[in-house]
């Protein structure tokens, strides 16, 4: 399976300010997702980074607060802008390469605290 | 959405014992995989169900893909310490190996904690 590395690993911010949040693949993968796990709960799909096009962004996600890029077949970034304590959670990237019969894998996440 | 409902939310079992959780859906889901998520760490994938009615095994769990697509359980047998977690199912709309890509639907997440 893929090695997921996700930077940085934690992240304690202030409210206002914005985080960037990287996934990197050590192969190509087709698809890559981006999860929100908040504290004590279950995981939540954010968007799906597309590869050279706009993010795809599930209900009660909007570009502006959850900027995604993809530059390529192995990277992606997440952008939490303008953070409030509600964004206190855990964001994770996952990954699936099509017709390899392979379910999602995860990354260990960004655990990130906003104050 | 499609809802997954997870159970039990918590089990605190003795080392040894046999543990079984299971997951029930709204709707019909293609694929049924179980996870495991230790402190700090992502969810690491245990087992993956592809076709109705499939019972699959990995060392000392099972797991089965319901006949209706719309549940799946996982059974631990002689648990050890190392198998405290949080356990979670997550169904996969999209056809695995196929064009269309999936997007997980997760449970609740089942604390397990195995006393020595």
């Known amino acids: 399976s893929a090695v997921i590395s996700q930077k940085p690993s934690r992240d304690i911010c202030q409210r206002g300010t914005s985080l960037t949040i990287q996934c990197q693949v050590d192969?190509?993968?087709?698809?890559m997702f981006w999860y929100r796990q908040q504290p004590g709960q279950s995981l939540t799909l954010i968007a799906t980074?597309?590869?050279?096009?706009?993010?795809?962004?599930e209900s009660g996600f909007v570009i502006d607060k959850f900027p995604i890029s993809r530059p390529n077949l192995t990277f992606s970034t997440l952008t939490v802008s303008n953070m409030s304590p509600e964004d206190s959670s855990i964001y994770l990237c996952?990954?699936?390469?099509?017709?390899?019969?392979?379910?999602?894998?995860f990354g260990n996440g960004t655990r990130l605290t906003v104050t | 959405g499609q809802q997954l409902n997870q159970s039990p939310q918590s089990m605190f079992i003795q080392e040894g014992e046999d543990v079984s959780m299971n997951c029930t859906s709204s709707?019909?889901?293609?694929?049924w995989l179980w996870y495991k998520q230790d402190p700090g760490e992502g969810p690491v994938l245990l087992i993956a169900?592809?076709?109705?009615?499939e019972l699959t095994s990995n060392g000392r769990l099972t797991a089965q893909f319901g006949i209706t697509r719309k549940d799946s359980f996982l059974n631990i047998s002689a648990s050890i310490p190392s198998d405290v977690g949080i356990y979670f199912c997550?169904?996969?709309?999209?056809?695995?190996?196929?064009?269309?890509?999936?997007?997980?639907?997760f449970g609740q997440g089942t604390i397990l904690t195995v006393h020595p």
């Open positions: 997550a169904g996969q709309e999209g056809e695995a190996g196929g064009t269309s890509y999936g997007k997980l639907t």
């Open positions: 192969s190509q993968v087709t698809m």
């Open positions: 709707s019909i889901f293609n694929t």
């Open positions: 996952s990954v699936e390469r099509l017709g390899s019969g392979s379910p999602l894998h």
């Open positions: 169900l592809y076709k109705a009615g």
């Open positions: 980074a597309n590869q050279g096009s706009e993010a795809t962004y």
